[in-house]
């Protein structure tokens, strides 16, 4: 049971790092541009909340399979599918929590507005630097909150992991995963436990998230 | 702090909103910049700042900051630039923000923190968090910032125009001791002409995106001194022999 717990708590912590540095740049550029047609990028990112996970989780198998041209460059390194393997599923993982990474934090930076960057650059700092130095620390509270719902969704998460990772014990094998099999197979007693853990770590999660908004809402007044 | 004379020109459209303005500042002492509301004023300053790029021409000192071919960056442009509301960084404490722009500054050091702290006031504010801060004192920070950043020329956007009396009084005196200490050239944009009369050494009037001559749009003289008015025509008389 351990090793179930593991994997998911290491899947859902590498998802959430890596989230994160992608949907930066995803954010800061739908927040800062002003053309309409980003919304059509606003709408691809966003996808991935109303698809059902069993599409997401066909396309990702086709695109991790080893025909898919996406796999062809890897070939090259002796990396032939990234179906059924725990890097496929942090790829999924990341696909599936996209849009709980890219929201809070688009909207953290919007809510900035252009001023604070204006006023860096005023004071020497190039678009670099006003980035790192004004830009991040101001919207802190769009990725803490993008990392407590990514985490929590990605643990969250069952019909995508089920398909692109297949529930291979001590490799892909999941929390949710490992509830569906245990109750499968009727061992309710078992499945109770891990069921319960998740419910309250769960409940942990969107405590937290709420504290930490209520504690945004303070310092604004 | 050691400045030059300011030239600069621009011309161009944003929306329905043409700018078409000329001016020259004088190599030090601050020049009012006057006109209704939406005559294009902070516009102008932002294109001095490099915060809006139209065509145009601005020299620094005979130093090219925009022309056919150049556009400094407004990061790379030595200006210190004073917004409407203060703009403070709210993520920095009072000594965060003045230390911001005061450890980018490329120029050597010439107004140093103790001396912008005494000018200005700040010695009791600097441990707080700006979201502790009056209006004035806000302002007089944003002002401390931008001092520190070693500007070759100071832009000033309406400082007190988001400040209610109380807080104009007291900000007031400030800058009127800055204007005294103060050796390169500012821009002040204002429309009070009482604040223009105890300021400025200059006025600019702007209307409909261009520069006239500062006669045409003399201030209001009531509720004026003796010494106030005096001031304020010797900056128009002496506005109108710049701009011919």
């Given at each position: 049971m351990g090793e179930v717990v593991w994997t998911t708590l290491r899947l859902a912590g590498l998802t959430t790092v890596l989230l994160l540095v992608l949907a930066t740049p995803i954010a800061w550029w739908l927040a800062r541009r002003r053309a309409w047609w980003k919304e059509v990028v606003a709408a691809v990112t966003t996808l991935p909340i109303i698809l059902p996970p069993s599409v997401l989780g066909f396309y990702l198998l086709i695109a991790l399979a080893p025909q898919s041209p996406l796999m062809a460059p890897l070939h090259a390194f002796g990396v032939r599918t990234l179906a059924f393997t725990f890097e496929g599923l942090v790829i999924g993982s990341m696909v599936y929590s996209l849009p709980f990474a890219v929201q809070p934090i688009r909207n953290a930076f919007e809510a900035m507005g252009p001023r604070p960057m204006e006023v860096a650059a005023t004071l020497r700092a190039s678009p670099l630097d006003a980035f790192f130095t004004v830009a991040l620390p101001l919207a802190r509270r769009g990725f803490l909150t993008a990392a407590i719902l990514v985490f929590a969704h990605t643990i969250g998460e069952f019909g995508v992991v089920l398909m692109i990772?297949?529930?291979?014990?001590?490799?892909?094998?999941v929390l949710s995963v490992r509830i569906y099999q245990l109750v499968e197979s009727l061992q309710y007693g078992e499945a109770h436990r891990l069921a319960a853990g998740v419910v309250a770590f769960s409940f942990l999660a969107l405590l937290g998230l709420l504290l930490v908004d209520r504690r945004a809402h303070e310092a604004v007044r | 702090m050691s400045g030059g004379v300011v030239e600069g020109r621009f011309a161009g459209q944003l929306g329905d909103f043409r700018l078409e303005a000329a001016f020259t500042l004088p190599a030090s002492g601050i020049t009012a910049l006057s006109g209704?509301?939406?005559?294009g004023k902070t516009t102008l300053l932002r294109c001095v700042a490099g915060l809006v790029r139209l065509p145009g021409k601005l020299t620094v000192d005979g130093e090219v900051w925009q022309d056919e071919r150049t556009f400094l960056a407004p990061h790379r442009r030595p200006v210190g630039v004073v917004f409407q509301e203060a703009s403070?960084?709210?993520?920095?404490s009072v000594r965060g923000n003045l230390a911001y722009g005061a450890k980018r500054?490329?120029?050597?050091?010439?107004?140093g923190l103790d001396d912008a702290v005494d000018l200005l006031g700040l010695a009791p504010l600097?441990?707080?968090?700006?979201?502790?801060?009056?209006g004035g004192e806000r302002q007089r920070v944003a002002l401390g910032r931008a001092l520190l950043a070693q500007p070759r020329l100071l832009l000033m956007d309406e400082p007190l125009s988001s400040l209610d009396a109380g807080a104009k009084a007291e900000i007031l005196p400030y800058l009127e001791r800055l204007h005294r200490a103060l050796a390169i050239p500012a821009l002040y944009i204002s429309h009070d002409a009482s604040e223009i009369a105890r300021l400025a050494d200059g006025v600019l009037a702007i209307r409909e995106g261009r520069i006239t001559p500062a006669a045409t749009a003399a201030p209001s003289l009531?509720?004026?001194d003796a010494a106030a008015r005096d001031r304020l025509a010797l900056a128009a008389l002496r506005a109108g022999l710049s701009a011919s």
């Open positions: 990772g297949g529930g291979i014990p001590g490799r892909t094998e | 209704p509301s939406g005559s403070l960084l709210p993520h920095l500054a490329s120029a050597p050091a010439q107004v600097m441990a707080r968090s700006t979201g502790a801060l009056s009531e509720g004026l």
